[in-house]
């Protein structure tokens, strides 16, 4: 919270994923109704978003080297950096940690007083169902990628916060980690092509030089994002695979 800068925004956001997404766990462990207390941090997290998604947009310019065909995009970036920047600072001052501070310290009493087998025996049902719903959403897979990459963050943050081993083996969380990985980076090359596609549509002159090569540059996008989805696909069928190895139950619920 003390710099705007891009290693510390996305530091940030992770950090709110994590809290969202223990939240989320202990919501369903202990069977509560979601907390009004973390509104303020969803908003943060949202506004922070925008800058990210710029940065993300100018790291791909960059990582596919289109900085210098496509420099007016970059500088359309750029601008708008500035405002997101600017938006991301006020938001930051703005914040009030009172509300997550006392979400904490109500969620530390609460779950400190339950039985311990309960929680494991709730956390266990929670894996389960949650990758059964991703195992349902593969047959939709470069349709819905984006909602299963969150349901397998999820998985994937609690199984970090459980005792080690508690759901799946090391190889599985390596697995786990590398689709995530790589839904990460389809999803950045979609959020890029879109924010391409608008600037084309509202910006460039249809059939100039600059709209060609936005065409080429989209075409590229396109492509690696599904060379990334095809590569998280066969992950997260491997991990599936694998772990029915060791759980029959995930399978044939």
Known sequence: MKTSNPDAIHDLRVAVKKLRSYYKFYS??????????????????????????????????????YMEKLAALQRHFNIFLNETELRSRIALTEYNLAALNKLTDKMEKTISIQPEQLIKNKAEYIFESTLHEVRHELHRFDENFHLIRKKLKDVFYWSKMLPGNFYFSDD?????????????????CEIMKKQARQYRGNFVIKGSHEFMTLKEFEKLLKENKQKKLDDAHELIKELLKEHKKTDEKIMNR
Do not use: W, Y
Not at 38 to 62: A, D, P
Not at 172 to 188: F, Q
């Open 172 to 188: 599985e969380t390596k697995i786990l980690d590398n689709a995530l990985e790589n839904l990460g980076s389809g999803h950045d």
């Open 28 to 65: 369903a462990v202990l069977e509560t109704v979601p907390s009004a207390l973390f509104s303020e941090t969803e908003k943060l997290f949202s506004t922070l978003g925008k800058q990210r998604n710029v940065e993300i947009c100018l790291e791909l310019l960059s990582k596919l080297k």
